[in-house]
């Protein structure tokens, strides 16, 4: 998950096949319960977040 200036929130994934990193926007009727355990996975796996970081 990331944050936009504007606060708006994106959801980050990375493509398995080719490795690609893209954000796209969340929508209004998107459920919060699973954006939070999405956001929140990192936290119960740092591996996440690395790899994350070392894609972009």
């Known amino acids: ?4 200036d504007n606060g708006e929130w994106q959801l980050v994934h990375q493509c398995l ?3 690609a990193v893209k954000a796209n926007r ?6 919060a319960l ?3 355990r ?3 996975r990192p936290l119960a796996d740092p591996r996440i977040g690395q790899r994350a ?3 972009l």
């Open 17 to 19: 096949a080719c490795g």
């Open 26 to 31: 969340i929508a209004g009727d998107d459920n």
């Open 38 to 40: 999405i956001a929140l």
């Open 34 to 36: 699973a954006l939070m």
């Open 53 to 55: 970081l070392l894609a």
């Open 1 to 4: 998950m990331s944050a936009r």
